[in-house]
């Protein structure tokens, strides 16, 4: 069953020492969503339990749950990343300054109807709703700015005193007021409450970096099933379909024509370990497809898990989930 799950931010959220990353997309993807989901399933279950769940998700028949990446909403308004196959001629430049889309937009597309992006309809930074969604954005998003970024501060505050503070960015995000953000994860029924667990434990765990000092907490929200406006969601996909989560294709998917005539976008990711002494350090860097990417065949059996360490010698590896989570697309238009 596919479920909604949706969250209120508490405060901001880290997003990293990348200032750009957060510009396009200031949620969590979906590998670190999947990073602080194995990290808080030990904390309540152990870590007997955690490896348990890591082997489900090695096999492709018993993969456990699937997830999107978090996405943002307003009222009964939810948005997805633009799809990279949508064009409109009319208004090409303008269509290219959007990142994001609204449910009812997305089904527009679907129906192959125009696409009219107005700038009456759009929220800043680059996102794009419904002409019937605009009484509740005005209602709810009166500054037409739904999040905003704060960067470049330097956080280490004994390496200033001590003299050898080095300048480096770091970028912090903060929501408007009315502004949530959700997933949607496809769950087997047998985990279905352990999930829901896990993410009441996150809402004060917090997701992300800069933990302990508030960042990426949130409150929970009682599970909803899919509203009308992402229905396409539990559409059947057996050709044409949308990226809703990172991705890292196998080499067979490759062979197959994956990329034949698709419209993709690769991200670079990386995660975090512990070496021999405890100490956190930076994996080797992965190359995962982006939310929003657009492709004509469906993948057979992907992998779920890539495990990454940052060397040989590593004792603990970092797990980045791949699963495409996928929503069905016009054929004719991509």
Same mark, same amino acid.
């Given at each position: 069953?596919?479920?909604?799950?949706?969250?209120?931010?508490?405060?901001?959220?880290?997003?990293?020492?990348?200032?750009?990353?957060?510009? #396009?997309?200031?949620?969590?993807?979906?590998? /670190?969503? $999947?990073?602080? %989901?194995?990290?808080? &399933? =030990?904390?309540?279950?152990?870590?007997?339990?955690?490896?348990?769940?890591?082997?489900?998700?090695? +096999?492709?028949?018993?993969?456990?749950?699937?997830?999107?990446?978090?996405?943002?909403?307003?009222?009964?308004?939810?948005?997805?990343?633009?799809?990279?196959?949508?064009?409109?001629?009319?208004?090409?430049?303008?269509?290219?300054? $959007?990142?994001?889309?609204?449910?009812?937009? !997305?089904?527009? &597309?679907?129906?192959?109807?125009?696409?009219?992006?107005?700038?009456?309809?759009?929220?800043?930074?680059?996102?794009?709703? +419904?002409?019937?969604?605009?009484? /509740?954005?005005?209602?709810?998003?009166? #500054?037409?700015?739904?999040?905003?970024?704060?960067?470049?501060?330097?956080?280490?505050?004994?390496?200033?005193?001590?003299?050898?503070?080095?300048?480096?960015?770091?970028?912090?995000?903060?929501?408007?007021?009315?502004?949530? *953000? !959700?997933?949607?994860? =496809?769950?087997?029924?047998?985990?279905?409450?352990? *999930?829901?667990?896990? %993410?009441?434990?996150?809402?004060?765990?917090?997701?992300?970096?800069?933990?302990?000092?508030? @960042?990426?907490? !949130?409150?929970?929200?009682? /599970?909803?099933?899919?509203?009308?406006?992402?229905? $396409?969601?539990?559409?059947?996909?057996?050709?044409?379909?949308?990226?809703? #989560?990172?991705?890292?294709?196998?080499?067979?998917?490759?062979?197959?024509?994956?990329?034949?005539?698709?419209?993709?976008?690769?991200?670079?990711?990386?995660? &975090?370990?512990?070496?021999?002494?405890?100490?956190?350090?930076?994996?080797?860097?992965?190359?995962?497809?982006?939310?929003?990417? @657009?492709?004509?065949?469906?993948?057979?059996?992907?992998?779920?898990?890539?495990?990454?360490?940052?060397?040989?010698?590593?004792?603990?590896?970092?797990? +980045?989930?791949? !699963?495409?989570?996928?929503?069905?697309?016009?054929?004719?238009?991509?």
């Amino acid at each position: 069953m596919k479920l909604l799950f949706r969250m209120k931010p508490q405060g901001a959220f880290y997003v990293g020492n990348d200032l750009f990353s957060a510009q #396009s997309f200031p949620f969590s993807h979906s590998d /670190t969503i $999947f990073q602080a %989901l194995l990290s808080a &399933w =030990e904390m309540l279950w152990g870590k007997k339990e955690k490896d348990q769940l890591i082997e489900c998700f090695h +096999h492709p028949d018993t993969i456990p749950f699937i997830i999107t990446s978090c996405f943002p909403a307003i009222g009964d308004v939810y948005f997805l990343p633009k799809p990279l196959a949508m064009k409109e001629k009319e208004a090409k430049k303008k269509n290219n300054a $959007f990142s994001w889309i609204s449910g009812n937009i !997305y089904k527009e &597309w679907l129906k192959g109807n125009r696409l009219d992006f107005s700038l009456e309809y759009c929220l800043s930074p680059g996102v794009y709703f +419904h002409p019937s969604e605009k009484n /509740t954005i005005e209602s709810l998003c009166p #500054s037409q700015k739904i999040w905003s970024c704060d960067k470049g501060r330097m956080r280490n505050k004994t390496s200033i005193f001590g003299g050898v503070a080095k300048a480096y960015p770091a970028e912090q995000i903060y929501y408007s007021q009315n502004t949530d *953000f !959700y997933l949607v994860a =496809e769950i087997q029924e047998a985990y279905s409450n352990k *999930f829901q667990s896990i %993410l009441r434990l996150l809402a004060e765990e917090g997701i992300g970096g800069k933990r302990s000092i508030g @960042c990426g907490s !949130y409150l929970y929200q009682d /599970t909803m099933p899919i509203p009308e406006s992402l229905d $396409f969601l539990e559409k059947p996909v057996s050709a044409s379909w949308v990226l809703l #989560s990172l991705y890292f294709p196998q080499p067979k998917n490759i062979e197959d024509g994956l990329f034949h005539k698709a419209h993709w976008q690769i991200m670079e990711r990386q995660g &975090w370990s512990k070496n021999n002494r405890g100490n956190s350090i930076h994996n080797k860097a992965i190359h995962l497809i982006q939310e929003g990417s @657009c492709f004509f065949s469906v993948p057979e059996k992907a992998k779920a898990l890539v495990e990454v360490k940052s060397s040989s010698s590593s004792q603990n590896a970092c797990y +980045h989930y791949v !699963y495409p989570f996928k929503a069905v697309a016009p054929g004719a238009n991509l």
